[in-house]
């Protein structure tokens, strides 16, 4: 019987150890699918090259499953970015929005401030206009936190889903992923929804420069740390790598010079059926299951959204088969998702014991045993040991190409990694690398963590993306930026071109001609009286009438009145000219009630003129546009008076007692408010400066003492071909279509009249080179003039000029992308800054003559500006200023801006001419008794002639006032040494007496 029973015993133990060891075997033979040979690694790794190859091919490209996509990231960061920007990052649950602070040329230096978003489930799933609406919200939310909201910030987007980028601010959303499904996006461009949603809140704007996947975000973060990273791999809820690749490789995008980082999209490797050979059924079950059947195959059997959900249908299938969990499968068992790939990362960790193992399942409510827990482990250890291997094979394919396109032996390089698969699971990480050690033995790849997330990376990509725009902008106007050096040249060419205007012998051919304006000094202060002053130098004609007084203190009273001078008369005669400002004089003075009263009139003529006195002004040649004939050569003041004249006596009369350009009649103006000023600067639609000079240095005027303002007409320099190595194509361009061609050189490259028309020129040929507008050019930026210097302004200020850049370009025809907007910008300013650097050259002359002038260490002294291009332009002020100080380091300047314009100034120089004639008239009633007619002085010899007789006369020489004493020396020496006979006549010593005759 004890025999019987052992033996049924031994059999049972048989039966049950077959039992387990055939369940054993189901369960390896299950799991053994997700195991992959060397081979079978090696395979993949091929077919994945042959489709990056696919990807970049154009002709191959619409079917190749890795889609290859360009990013338009022309390179890494080199470390010299710097700046401030916002970034978001949307690609799963959270949506982050970070200001990133990078400060220049120091690795290691960025400053970020973060905040984090969730993003529900029916907003992920709902409509497009929902999901971008609600990501505003949350920018509003964190620009409201931060005290940003009025600050325009340029923005990089990190959009982690497979887009089709045109340009590097465009992306067309090609399929959502990772449980995003929202409506009415796919085959959209995302920047466009993002920019519509803003305006539609209406709260803030913000300057989108770059899209971006968490890819591409994360090669970049890494390689702002370590130069040699130029691959990016996220291994977390998704699956995806870029690298940068040889731009001659890559058939979608033009050109073959340098690289671009390519977005693999390697998640939808595997949808032309070429790995179908090693996925399981339990990747076809939740292929199946999923938003997106067919599509994300790599991805799905990669990544950390879809292994735990791998690991649930295999746990069922192993329950239903009563191999685990005693054949139980719960209601949770069956939930999709319940089973997070976290659970894989913690229930493989090597410190977790297996009773942790049981405490997982049993929170998932899954009573399970010992030897479950030890099941259930495998399982994970399975599926996410295939995973890191499949990603290290496709690893593996990019490293080889990087290395044969390079036609290296060998190959050191860095990737860049981010994603809480590879980060947080324990063993991911490993084989990962020892799979790419093994296919790729030639490849040296080392692996850096991104620390800071994909978002740095955006805001990186943004600085990177900005500098590299600048830089092609830069490379292709390099003639318009100049060194200090070359400046300090140009400042030395114009001192030259100044001291040959100021000689006699030199002037004739000087292109500087230094003209003499015979205003000897600036106001001090004891003007008065009631002037009328006139101000021609543009379209716009404007008479004053200035009132100075002296109550208590001195006060300037102002009234003015603009008259327009319409084209026909500008481009007219001289008569009509003159007969327009004489009929404008005569309107004025009736609304002013002072057609009786004859006013001191100065009379602002913003013109080159050769002066022989202070009223006198003979016109050397038009600038500006003017071109009225028969006035060349001839005396402003007379052809005025004559247009006065011919109004007849009964209307006006006027007193022209001076005649200045409106750069004398600046500094007048400023030196009014501030006696140290005697620099004169124009810098609107024309450009000129003057200045108080020795008079022992004028060779045309006579006299060495004292002062008298130059004219230097300097819109003229570099006529004779000095500025001929620093003019560009643009400025010929500009000189041959102007209506002085060879004129006016230096004016034409630095004056308003000028600027907006130079970057209009420069802005047809980018688009025509493709740098620009996608290469389309509008018949309105074709139109010579449509360019305007008020929109270089407006473009250029610093909150709101992309908006007005794009405002500007619509309005020209032009459908701007942002990147076209900061190129613009770029232009614009490169434009404006020589203008500044030009003028600041030009001035650092002078200011370097008046200090040699006054033989002083240091020269203190103040320039009086006016003009629209000086005053509008939001930056122009603050360039010149800071390059003066650096080209004349030994003075301190005052730059006063002339509030009331050059008509003040006129009634200034006029008012010093009054009081100069003033003080001659008293003078001259002073002196008047002592001046005599000649009659006068015929009655005084008259006189002289009786009071000699009576003098003479015995009878008459007691009363005589002429006494006629006698001497008694009788003769003058002849010359001979005798001793000489005395004649009959004696020397009389006359006396005049005072009888009042």
Known sequence: FMANGSAKGAAMVTAVAQRLASQRKEIDDTLATFTLSTTQLQEVKAKMRVELERGLKKDTHPTASVKMLPTYVYRTPDGTERGKYLALDLGGTNFRVLVVKIRTGMRNSVRMYNKIYAIPLEIMQGTGEELFDHIVQCISDFLDYMGMKNTRLPLGFTFSFPCNQTGIDKGDLVSW???????????????????????????????IVAIVNDTVGTMMTCAYEDPKCQIGLIAGTGSNVCYMEEMKNIELVEGDEGQMCVNTEWGGFGANDNIEDIRTRYDREVDGGSLNPGKQRFEKMTSGMYLGEIVRQILIDLTKRGLLFRGRITERLKTKGIFETKFLSQIESDRLALLQVRSILQSLGLDSTCDDSIIVKEVCGAVSRRAAQLCGAGMAAVVDKIRENRGLDHLEITVGVDGTLYKLHPHFSTILKDTVRELAPNCKVDFILSEDGSGKGAALITAVARQHMQEQIDKYLYAMRFSDETLRDIMARFRREMENGLGG??????????????????????????????????????????????????????????????????????????????????????????????????????????????????????????????????????????????????????????????????????????????????????????????????????????????????????????????????????????????????????????MGELVRLILVKMAKEGLLFEGRITPELLTKGKFETKHVSAIEKSKEGLTKAKEILTRLGVEPSEDDCIAVQHVCAIVSFRSANLIAATLGAILTRLKDNKNSPRLRTTVGIDGSLYKMHPQYSRRLHKTVRRLVPESDVRFLLSESGSGKGAAMVTAWASRLADQTRQIAETLAEFRLTKEQLLE??????????????KNTQSTATVKMLPTYVRSTPDGTGKRFTARPTQCIFLKIGKDGQ
């Open 940 to 953: 005084v010899k008259k006189r002289m002639r009786t009071e000699i007789q009576n003098g003479l006369s």
């Open 505 to 754: 012998d030199t002037n004739p051919t000087a292109t500087v001609k230094m003209l003499p304006t015979f205003v000897r000094s600036i106001p001090d202060g004891s003007e008065k009286g009631d002037f009328i002053a006139l101000d021609l130098g543009g379209s716009n004609f404007r008479i004053l009438r200035v009132k100075v007084s002296h109550e208590k203190k001195q006060t300037v009273q102002m009234e003015s009145q603009i008259y327009e001078t319409p084209e026909d008369i500008i481009h007219g005669s001289g008569s009509r000219l003159f007969d327009h400002v004489a009929e404008c004089l005569g309107d004025f003075m009736e609304k002013q009630k002072i057609k009786d009263k004859k006013l001191p009139v100065g009379f602002t003529f913003s013109f080159p003129c050769a002066h022989s006195k202070l009223d006198e002004a003979v016109l050397l040649t038009w600038t500006k546009r003017f071109k009225a004939s028969g006035v060349e050569g001839m005396d402003v003041v007379k052809l005025l008076n004559k247009a006065i004249k011919k109004r007849g006596v009964s209307d006006y009369d006027a007193d022209i007692m001076a005649v200045v350009n409106d750069t004398v009649g600046t500094m007048m103006t400023c030196g009014f408010d501030d006696q140290r000023c005697e620099v004169g600067i124009i810098i609107g639609t024309g450009t000129n400066a003057c200045y108080m000079e020795e008079l022992r240095h004028i060779d045309m005027v006579e006299g060495d003492e004292g002062r008298m303002c130059i004219n230097t007409e300097w819109g003229a320099f570099g006529d004779d071909g000095t500025l001929e190595d620093i003019r560009t194509e643009f400025d010929r361009e500009i000189d041959r279509g102007s209506l002085n061609p060879g004129k006016q050189l230096f004016e034409k490259m630095v004056s308003g009249m000028y």
């Open 177 to 207: 992923t990772k449980g995003f499904k929202a409506t009415d996006c796919e085959g959209y461009d995302v920047v466009d929804m993002l920019r519509e949603a803003i305006k539609r809140r209406n709260e803030f704007d913000l300057d």
